[in-house]
């Protein structure tokens, strides 16, 4: 006996591997798909993880920001010392 897949539109039987529904040319999924779907579903409504701002994640975020752009800022300063210097301008001490 022939296997056949449920076409999920129009509920018609399409032989199992056809990519498109005889009746309504809907896309089929193959059979293995259909049940990793539903067991993929499962998965997710059992071990839903929520995750909950903390002051933690804040800080966490707070002090990688500073830092990034602290680093950032004196890249950029750097950058600009060596072009000041590369065309022979003076820099002042309280500048």
């Known amino acids: 006996m022939e296997q056949k897949t449920t076409c999920p539109k129009c509920s018609s039987q399409n ?4 990519q498109f529904c005889g009746a309504c040319g809907a896309k089929l999924a193959d059979e293995m798909q259909q ?13 839903q993880i929520k ?4 002051w933690d994640l804040a800080w966490g975020l707070y002090w990688r920001m500073l830092l990034l752009g602290l680093l950032v800022a004196g890249t950029l ?18 500048f």
């Open 77 to 94: 300063y750097f950058i600009a010392m060596i072009i000041v210097l590369a065309l022979g301008l003076t820099v002042s001490p309280w």
């Open 15 to 18: 032989p199992v591997g056809q």
């Open 51 to 54: 995750v909950k701002p903390t």
């Open 35 to 47: 049940d990793l779907n539903k067991v993929m579903g499962q998965l997710v409504k059992r071990y």
